[in-house]
């Protein structure tokens, strides 16, 4: 379905020019790369010089783009609620993920998304979340045991957990040999997304990933028919048996498409947030004590956490909440106006690039007292309910809002429970490592940590 079939109005999308946007305070940085090698050494330190001088709206240039910046709680919610359908997902997206994740769910727009959104979220359902919890439970415990103590990497390594644990929730048990050559695909098209040569030149990163891509495609597509007739939990077969509205089940280029997508949206993110949640919680050890303490409260048998009882660790989920503010997985979010929009006195015009900034909005002393501390209290409900709904954006917000969120919060409470059961984790005194935050934040060094298994 085009734009055109949703219903909304479409503007010829030409990139607006400088002269078009020289009403919006900014500048263009250097001639042919902009801002763009600032922006990736300090993204937030960029974002910060860049509102200090010009405002809370701004344009530059990056990645060979004209980017207009909105900042702070209502600019989310103006952007990402789009109460008058003027942002396109699809359009702000193409740029970074349209080649290796087409047609995703974040890359649709309006009444197509919705159509999508609503057949994808039968596999978020309770039936099919607890099927998934059976299985991280298992390889979870697995693979912290298989970690041992000791002096460990955890960034690379919570990195292959990660892809292991969506191999069984998404995939199940039963593709066996097959799985490798689906990881190494997968692996290979998250690369080429993001890589500086966008073309699939002979050697590049872009051809390693066209070439994922066509085994993917592949791959499931002949995997379809099979769990169509069979009774599998996991989230592929789930999506093989959605249907829309209308009562038709998603074509095998679709669930594909979607597939593909949900790797990439699940895989990274959760890879970040883990990694920046142990990273606290070692350097704070204070707060390490009081989840193990609330995980052993729980008085578990066996180990395992049932689904019935995900909702008796607060003060787990608000230090993982804790992390996510710190360090936002999607640190910047990207739409395109379809239509002439205006924010705060600033006319932004038709196809332009806009970004919200979930990074910034973290981080703002007036929202955040201290906002570099950690304090997970900051997420008690009497606190959140204190701040503007949207300061807080790590999943987004509005039509496009993670769909994924309750899996993630899932994983993660999941993970604490086997790893901070197993192990204690601590660093070196004085140790902090430096992130690479775009486009998805983790630890240059890989995150130095030392384990000590707990009896
Ligand atoms: C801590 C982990 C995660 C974070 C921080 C996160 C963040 C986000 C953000 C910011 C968006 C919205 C982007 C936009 O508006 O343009 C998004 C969308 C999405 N995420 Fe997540 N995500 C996480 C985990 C997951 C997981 C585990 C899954 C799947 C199992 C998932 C699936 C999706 C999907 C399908 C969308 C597109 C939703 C739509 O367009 O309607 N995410 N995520």
């Known amino acids: 379905m085009s734009l055109a079939h949703a219903g909304v109005e479409i503007a010829p999308l030409a990139e607006p020019s400088g002269a078009d946007l020289s009403h919006i305070p900014g500048d263009d940085g250097l001639p042919f790369i902009g801002n763009t090698f600032r922006l990736l050494a300090d993204p937030k330190g960029e974002v ?125 048990r039963e593709l066996g040999p097959d799985m490798d050559a689906l990881k190494r695909a997968f692996i290979d098209m998250v690369a080429a997304s993001i890589a500086v040569v966008r073309v699939p030149l002979p050697g590049t990163l872009m051809a390693r990933g066209v070439k994922g891509r066509k085994f993917m495609v592949e791959f499931l597509g002949r995997e379809i028919e099979a769990r169509r007739r069979a009774q ?45 949640f142990v990273w606290f919680l070692a350097a704070h050890p204070a707060w390490q004590t009081r989840l193990r303490e609330e995980i052993a409260a729980l008085g578990l048998s066996g180990g395992a956490l049932p689904y019935e009882r995900l909702d008796e660790l607060p003060l787990t989920e608000m230090a993982f909440k804790e992390s996510l503010r710190l360090i936002p997985p999607v640190p910047t979010i990207p739409r395109r106006t379809l239509r002439d929009a205006e924010f705060r006195g600033f006319k932004i015009p038709a196809g332009a690039r806009v970004s919200v900034n979930p990074l910034y909005t973290h981080h703002m002393g007036e929202i955040w007292p201290e906002p570099e501390k950690f304090d997970p209290l900051r997420f008690t409900d009497a606190n959140a309910q204190r701040r503007h709904k949207y300061a807080y954006v790590p999943y987004g917000g509005g039509a496009h809002m993670c769909l994924g969120l309750h899996f993630a919060y899932m994983q993660a409470k999941c993970f604490a429970v086997h790893f901070l059961s197993k192990v204690e984790a601590t660093v070196a005194p004085g140790y902090a490592p430096t992130w690479q935050m775009w486009p998805i934040p ?3 060094d890989g995150l130095k940590l030392k384990l000590r298994a707990l009896s």
């Not at 298989?146 to 069984?168: H, N, S, V």
Request: net charge positive; with cysteine; charged share 20%.
């Open 442 to 444: 983790k630890p240059r």
């Open 48 to 172: 910060e010089r860049l509102a200090e001088r010009y405002g809370p709206v701004y344009r530059s240039r990056a990645f060979g783009l004209r980017i207009i910046t909105l900042l702070g709680p209502e600019a989310n919610e103006f952007v990402l609620f789009d109460r008058q359908k003027l942002f396109s997902s699809t359009q702000g997206w193409n740029p970074f993920l349209g080649k290796l994740f087409p047609r995703g769910l974040m890359l649709l727009d309006f009444d197509e998304h919705r159509i999508h959104r609503k057949a994808l979220s039968v596999a978020f359902k309770t039936e099919p979340m607890r099927a998934y919890l059976a299985g991280l439970n298992a390889s979870i415990a697995k693979g912290v045991a298989a970690w041992g103590a000791g002096e460990m990497l955890f960034y690379p390594a919570i990195k292959q957990l990660t892809l292991d644990l969506a191999a069984t929730s998404f995939f199940g």
């Open 232 to 276: 599998g939990d996991d989230l592929f077969s789930q999506l093989c048996k959605a249907s829309t509205d209308d009562g038709r089940l998603l074509s095998a280029q679709e669930i594909v498409d979607h597939m593909s997508f949900l790797m990439m949206a699940a895989h990274d993110t959760l890879t970040s947030s883990l990694t920046s």
